[in-house]
């Protein structure tokens, strides 16, 4: 990902002149490669062989073997797990791991992926180690634009930005993945894959893989037919569960951008919720799509305790639906 080659630069120049910062927020569009680049900035650190003035780990050794080896004991990854949150156990142990020695490296490397979903007690608990950073570990925390940090939190981090890269590498490095595959998406489905991702490359390959593109059409049409009073919101609600939670809030986020986009005057991302969007902005003002917006992510943000996917479908459609005027809704 060459993209984000020109980040590796701070932390190589950092190394070079032994101020490396204790804590970086890496922050950027989802799919646009943070983790990939946490790992990166992570084996520049612990590397044996680098030389002053190199941006990358030699990858050949013993630390750079074990980072290869995903066994590397003095490198941490603290992300979601079953509660879709960061807990404060695991922030717990963070803590432990910050103030203990390194194994084998000179230094160790905590990754909080994703720090924008610390529940709020882990947050705090990662709070004071932030506040109190032992001099031999770096903190790298990741987080997807759009989605929250404590501002104590950022307040503490060096902040890196990471763009989305230019429409023609990301387009080239995604076709480079694909090209070699049996089964490759067509080239009109991969720059699809890539316009409904933002231009990210990752989550473009990750729709590609997971056969988002295919249940985003099934969604759709139960949508539209929705939207006109064809069906009930339990119908259309169905056909969004085979994306899963998580992904029709994705979805729908989505959406409700592309309704403020064509209420400003521009063109919606998802071409196959354009008309869909241009109606609904000519008959509503501005803020109801920023109502939309706020309703999805408190969605997003009830998941944490362990609220009814289906339930929330039906609320999320129902409140879509009250855009139409009167006149065109069922009943």
């Known amino acids: 990902m060459p993209w984000l080659t020109p980040a590796l630069e701070p932390f190589a120049q950092a190394l070079d002149q032994g101020r490396l910062p204790h804590a970086t927020l890496i922050h950027g569009e989802r799919g646009v490669g943070k983790r990939q680049l946490a790992e990166s900035i992570a084996a520049l650190l612990v590397c044996d062989q680098r030389t002053e003035g190199s941006r990358e780990a030699c990858g050949q050794c013993r630390q750079c073997l074990l980072v290869a080896g995903e066994s ?3 490198i941490r990854v603290y992300q979601p797990e079953k509660s879709r949150m960061i807990r404060i156990d695991q922030v717990r142990a963070l803590s432990q791991f910050a103030v ?4 084998v490296a000179g230094l160790k490397v905590a990754v909080v992926d994703r720090a924008d979903q610390l529940n709020i007690n882990a947050a705090n608990a990662l709070l004071k180690t932030l506040e109190e950073p032992a001099s031999d570990v770096v903190l790298l925390l990741l987080q997807e634009t759009g989605r929250p940090v404590l501002p104590t939190i950022r307040s503490r981090c060096r902040i890196m930005p990471v763009p989305t890269p230019p429409a023609a590498e990301a387009a080239s490095w995604l076709f480079a993945r694909l090209e070699e595959r049996d089964d490759a998406p067509e080239t009109d489905q991969q720059a699809l894959a890539l316009h409904l991702a933002g231009g990210a490359p990752r989550l473009a390959l990750e729709l590609l893989d997971t056969g988002f593109l295919e249940q985003r059409e099934s969604a759709l049409d139960a949508f539209r037919q929705f939207m006109k009073g064809a069906v009930s919101v339990a119908t259309a609600a169905r056909a969004f569960r085979s994306l899963g939670h998580e992904a029709t809030l994705n979805l729908m986020e989505g959406w409700a951008n592309d309704l403020a986009r064509a209420m400003a005057g521009g ?20 803020w109801r799509a920023q109502e939309l917006v706020d309703a999805i992510r408190e969605s997003r943000r009830a998941l944490v305790n362990n609220v009814n996917p289906e339930l929330e479908t039906d609320r999320l459609l129902i409140q879509w639906r009250s855009l139409m005027p009167r006149r065109k809704r069922a009943g």
């Open 100 to 103: 203990a020695s390194p194994q």
């Open 267 to 286: 063109e919606p991302r998802d071409p196959g919720i354009a008309e869909v969007v241009r109606y609904l902005a000519s008959g509503n003002p501005p």
């Open 72 to 74: 590397h004991p003095d």
